[in-house]
């Protein structure tokens, strides 16, 4: 994510990164501000481009029976996401773990194999599935906030 969390991959029902003339032609179509941000962030991601769910369990179901808008889905999801991969081992010089995380992460498997053939061109490249566990590191970093440090508790 970049200064909002619209930027980067496309998500479930947020448009991830987009062209920035599609805002300029919304807004001379007349489209508010408010307008706008309810469709990028309400409307768009996997939910605008499937017509049907920002569930990714359901539009893998849905591109397996055929449906157009599922499949669709699917293409930009895994399209954008190996762009940003390779953009950043390309600003690395390469990548020794990808970590999956969050719903789609820590959920699709069908994702996993996946990005295993795609990323074959990566060498050594170790790819792990990470529980994400925000509540955990919010109550962490809340002790850590609530404990005296020791150069605090010695004055």
Known sequence: MGYT????????????????GLLLD????????????SIL?????LKGLSD????MQEIRSEALAGHNG????????????????????ASLRGADVLALTGGIGEHDIALLGELKLELKWLPGLDINV??????????????RQSTPSRSAAVR
């Open 52 to 55: 049907l769910s920002g569930d």
């Open 26 to 37: 919304l807004m001379r179509k007349g489209y508010s501000a408010d307008q706008i941000a």
């Open 70 to 89: 599922a499949i669709r889905a699917l293409a930009v999801f895994k399209h954008r996401l190996l762009q940003l991969i390779g953009s950043m081992a």
């Open 130 to 143: 990470v529980e994400a566990d925000e509540e955990g590191m919010i109550a962490k970093l809340c002790r």
């Open 41 to 45: 962030q309400e409307q768009s991601g």
């Open 5 to 20: 969390p619209l930027e980067g991959l496309v998500m479930a029902t947020r448009s991830g990164s987009v062209d920035p």
